[in-house]
Structures are given as structure tokens and as C-alpha cells.
């Protein structure tokens, strides 16, 4: 397979890019699975470039600024700035993909919590995921509506759920998850489901490892309250998204009411300690306001569920002190709901609630 070359040669560059000769093989099992979604990436940003019959030569684009303040100005459709950024993550995976690349935005300590939590928890999780809740999941493919030639990138993927619903919908999607026994889940579910349009490999949401402008679509479902600096999230969400890509957020919002975050955040935390905070809508509306983002689409719900299997998905069953805790504090919370989760006597359960926040975001005009 020829390697990259000059137009000025007159070749007409070919995209897919080679595996790289010194190719280092001691590097994290997860670089192999990087190059196979880097290259079905390249090879579905030119097919869908001569489709919609934009330039494929090679012509000199402005440059991209790594803070993706306005990247309009990149113009992919080029392909030079586009196919350089491409060139060098798939040649230099170890830059993205390697041990450096973790403990960076997120503490070194939280990260071991996250990971902990959900390696415990992994099974449990994945069932509730993937297998117990599928319309649940249809509904988030349905409110993002992706397209037959959209790449999409889902961030804290998880067991894959919202990834291997939306593959049938989608040229290809990629999955990122800090934890390697979700990553396991997910390909475990991959194989049973025999789909071949996705990958998933481990990444940290701080530190998105792929580079800019790549994905037509930018998800992420129900991991912004584990998060430390969601703002950078956001921000690294947009960097990878085209510019005409749109970003999907679903999470669970904390109370407005001073009084009630904090106790409803302290019941979320001692339930499962690697939850930081469920934000505030007034919280998300202001980081989409300083990325200049715009919502395309929004719907806010309350979902009522069991208080049982809600523990359950933490790992926690009645004999566990932290899910008498939590139960113990939540009961004292009934009167005046002075947490937000309107828990109400069920038998030997309890039904609580949670507010979820569910936006379809895009770059304003201009950006």
C-alpha cells in the first residue's frame, strides 16, 4: 500500500492511510482499534466529499486552531489541513492513545474512583443499559436523528448502549470509555449484536484522542455528574465536532433551590462516590452560552423509578451500609421534598425521581 504523497507529484492522495513500518507493537492494545476508526473515518469523510462533490485536491486551508475558537475557518473540504491532522494521529497513535495521554485533566485520584466504581459495578450497569431499557435508548437515536453518512463519536460510552443503537443508522460510530471493563461489555455486546460499523476503545472525556473537526455527531449520555471539569468536556466535545456537527448532552439536572443541590448531590454521593455534581439547567444553558452553542432541540422529563433498582445499578443491595444510608437520608428528605427527588412510600421500595436534561446542540452561525 503506497504511503502519502505530493500532489505536486500529481497524485491524487489516497485515503487511506498506511500503517506506519516502525509501528511500535508494545503500545496499548487500543492503538490497533484507533487505526481501524481513523481509517473508516478518512475513508467516509472523502466518499461522502465526492458524493456532495466538494474539492479533493490538495490546496493549502487556513490553520486550525487547537482551542477550536472559530473553526469555520477550517475548511475541510480542502482535505490538506484535514488530511495532515489524520496523517499524524494514525502514524503517532501513542500520542492520543498511550498511558501519557491518561491522568491529564481529570486527578489521578478521581479517575481510580471512576474506575473503581464502575469496574464494580460493570455488570449490572451494562444489563440496565443495554438490555433492560432499550426504548429508552431508541428514544435518545430518535431525538438525535443521525444520518446514513454520519460519524459519530460517543463520549463515556459505557456498555455501548447509544452506540450499537445508533449503528444501523450511521456510516460509523466510536465509543471512548475510561474504564476497561465497560469497554469489555461493549464489545462483549458488539459480538452478540454481530455489528461492525462501531469501535470502542479507552480515552478520558478531558482528552478526547482524536483531533479536530472529525465527527458529525458528539454524544454523550448520563456522565456529566461524574465529571470534575465539565466545562472542558464541553469544550473538548466541540473541538472533534465539524463544523456543522451537533452535539448531543443527556444527564440528570440538580435542583435550582440552593438547599436542595446540595443535599440532593450529598444523596447522589454517597450512593456512588464517583459523582461530583448533577448540574443545574441554569449551569448547562451557561456553558453552551460561553462555547457559543445553540440548542436545535431540548426536552426536559422527569423519570420516575424504583429506589431498589437504582441502588441495585450501583452495586448496592439492603444488607450494604451505604444503601441504608442513602435510603435512611432520602426517607428523611419526604417531608417538603427537601432534596428534589420526590420519594414516595412503594411497599418495601420507594419511587424517587429525577430530572433529566436531554439537548441537541450546534455551533451559533459564524462560529
Same mark, same amino acid.
Given at each position: 500500500?503506497?504511503?502519502?504523497?505530493?500532489?505536486?507529484?500529481?497524485?491524487?492522495?489516497?485515503?487511506?492511510?498506511?500503517?506506519? $513500518?516502525?509501528?511500535?507493537?508494545?503500545?496499548? &492494545?487500543?492503538?490497533?482499534? =484507533?487505526?481501524?476508526?481513523?481509517?473508516?473515518?478518512?475513508?467516509?469523510?472523502?466518499?461522502?466529499?465526492?458524493?456532495?462533490?466538494? #474539492? !479533493? &485536491?490538495?490546496?493549502?486551508?487556513?490553520?486550525?486552531?487547537?482551542?477550536?475558537?472559530?473553526?469555520?475557518?477550517?475548511? @475541510?473540504?480542502?482535505?490538506?489541513?484535514?488530511? #495532515?491532522?489524520?496523517?499524524?494521529?494514525?502514524?503517532?497513535?501513542?500520542?492520543?492513545?498511550?498511558?501519557?495521554?491518561?491522568?491529564?485533566?481529570?486527578?489521578?485520584?478521581?479517575?481510580?474512583?471512576?474506575?473503581?466504581?464502575?469496574?464494580?459495578? @460493570?455488570?449490572?450497569?451494562? #444489563?440496565?443499559?443495554?438490555?433492560?431499557?432499550?426504548?429508552?435508548?431508541?428514544?435518545?437515536?430518535?431525538?438525535?436523528?443521525?444520518?446514513?453518512?454520519?460519524?459519530?463519536?460517543?463520549?463515556?460510552?459505557?456498555?455501548?448502549?447509544? +452506540?450499537?443503537?445508533?449503528?444501523?443508522?450511521?456510516?460509523?460510530?466510536?465509543?471512548?470509555?475510561?474504564?476497561?471493563?465497560? !469497554?469489555?461489555?461493549?464489545?462483549?455486546?458488539?459480538?452478540?449484536?454481530?455489528?461492525?460499523?462501531?469501535?470502542? !476503545?479507552?480515552?478520558?472525556?478531558?482528552?478526547?484522542?482524536?483531533? /479536530?473537526?472529525?465527527?458529525?455527531?458528539?454524544?454523550?449520555?448520563?456522565?456529566?455528574?461524574?465529571?470534575?471539569?465539565?466545562?472542558?468536556? =464541553?469544550?473538548?466535545?466541540?473541538?472533534?465536532?465539524?463544523?456543522?456537527?451537533?452535539?448531543?448532552?443527556?444527564?440528570?439536572?440538580?435542583?435550582? &433551590?440552593?438547599?436542595?443541590?446540595?443535599?440532593?448531590?450529598?444523596?447522589? *454521593? *454517597?450512593? /456512588?462516590?464517583?459523582?461530583?455534581?448533577?448540574?443545574?439547567?441554569?449551569?448547562? =444553558?451557561?456553558?453552551?452560552?460561553? !462555547?457559543?452553542?445553540?440548542? +436545535?432541540?431540548?426536552?426536559?422529563?422527569?423519570?420516575?423509578?424504583?429506589?431498589?433498582?437504582?441502588?441495585?445499578?450501583?452495586?448496592?443491595?439492603?444488607?450494604?451500609?451505604?444503601?441504608?444510608?442513602?435510603?435512611?437520608?432520602?426517607?428523611?428528605?419526604?417531608?417538603?421534598?427537601? $432534596?428534589?427527588?420526590?420519594?414516595?412510600?412503594?411497599?418495601?421500595?420507594?419511587?424517587?425521581?429525577?430530572?433529566?436534561?436531554?439537548?441537541?446542540?450546534? #455551533?451559533?452561525?459564524?462560529?
Amino acid at each position: 500500500m503506497s504511503t502519502l504523497r505530493s500532489s505536486r507529484n500529481g497524485v491524487t492522495p489516497n485515503p487511506i492511510i498506511p500503517r506506519k $513500518a516502525d509501528f511500535n507493537s508494545e503500545l496499548p &492494545s487500543d492503538i490497533p482499534i =484507533l487505526r481501524s476508526a481513523l481509517t473508516q473515518i478518512i475513508r467516509s469523510t472523502f466518499s461522502t466529499l465526492k458524493k456532495t462533490g466538494r #474539492r !479533493l &485536491s490538495p490546496r493549502r486551508s487556513p490553520t486550525v486552531n487547537p482551542a477550536m475558537h472559530n473553526p469555520r475557518q477550517a475548511n @475541510a473540504g480542502s482535505c490538506f489541513a484535514f488530511r #495532515r491532522r489524520m496523517a499524524f494521529y494514525y502514524n503517532h497513535p501513542e500520542k492520543v492513545a498511550g498511558e501519557e495521554f491518561l491522568h491529564t485533566d481529570m486527578s489521578k485520584k478521581h479517575q481510580t474512583t471512576v474506575q473503581k466504581q464502575f469496574t464494580k459495578t @460493570a455488570e449490572a450497569f451494562s #444489563r440496565y443499559a443495554v438490555r433492560d431499557t432499550p426504548d429508552l435508548v431508541s428514544e435518545k437515536v430518535d431525538f438525535i436523528n443521525p444520518r446514513p453518512e454520519n460519524i459519530m463519536l460517543d463520549v463515556a460510552c459505557g456498555p455501548g448502549a447509544l +452506540v450499537l443503537a445508533a449503528a444501523p443508522r450511521l456510516h460509523y460510530a466510536c465509543g471512548i470509555d475510561l474504564t476497561g471493563e465497560m !469497554l469489555r461489555y461493549a464489545r462483549q455486546f458488539q459480538a452478540e449484536k454481530h455489528i461492525q460499523n462501531v469501535s470502542f !476503545l479507552r480515552g478520558e472525556a478531558e482528552k478526547i484522542p482524536f483531533p /479536530d473537526l472529525t465527527f458529525d455527531l458528539v454524544t454523550c449520555t448520563y456522565a456529566f455528574h461524574h465529571l470534575q471539569k465539565p466545562e472542558l468536556v =464541553l469544550q473538548e466535545m466541540v473541538r472533534v465536532a465539524k463544523p456543522d456537527g451537533r452535539i448531543f448532552i443527556d444527564d440528570t439536572l440538580g435542583p435550582e &433551590s440552593d438547599e436542595k443541590f446540595e443535599l440532593h448531590n450529598e444523596i447522589e *454521593i *454517597i450512593r /456512588d462516590p464517583s459523582h461530583t455534581l448533577s448540574l443545574r439547567l441554569t449551569t448547562f =444553558l451557561s456553558m453552551f452560552d460561553d !462555547l457559543n452553542l445553540e440548542i +436545535v432541540s431540548q426536552s426536559l422529563k422527569r423519570r420516575r423509578r424504583s429506589f431498589n433498582q437504582w441502588m441495585l445499578r450501583a452495586g448496592l443491595t439492603p444488607k450494604d451500609k451505604r444503601y441504608q444510608e442513602t435510603r435512611r437520608l432520602l426517607e428523611s428528605t419526604i417531608p417538603g421534598d427537601r $432534596a428534589g427527588f420526590s420519594p414516595q412510600a412503594d411497599g418495601d421500595d420507594l419511587q424517587i425521581v429525577h430530572s433529566e436534561g436531554i439537548f441537541l446542540l450546534s #455551533r451559533r452561525d459564524g462560529d
